[in-house]
């Protein structure tokens, strides 16, 4: 399991995520920030400074946004 950034992230791209993570697993892509599912531990400290409320825990996506957990494992699967 992993936490997911959503669509509200595009228009922000605040990055106070970025600075809390304590594993360092937050990058930036082209259109907004990605979690790599594969690193991140749940400890849920990204969620609580989005600014945007854009930042789920994967089974709390809701089924349209469960698109963004698939984008988050492309971008780091082809880096
Ligand atoms: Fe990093 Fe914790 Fe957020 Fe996972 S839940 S991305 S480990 S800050």
Redesign the pocket.
Known sequence: M??VITAPCRNELAAE?VE????D??EKGDDQYY?DPD?????????AVCPVEA?FYEEDLRPDEEVFLEKAKEFFRSR
């Open positions: 992993a936490f995520c809390v993570c304590p594993v697993c937050i979690i690193i991140c531990i749940d400890c849920g400290a990204c969620q930042i």
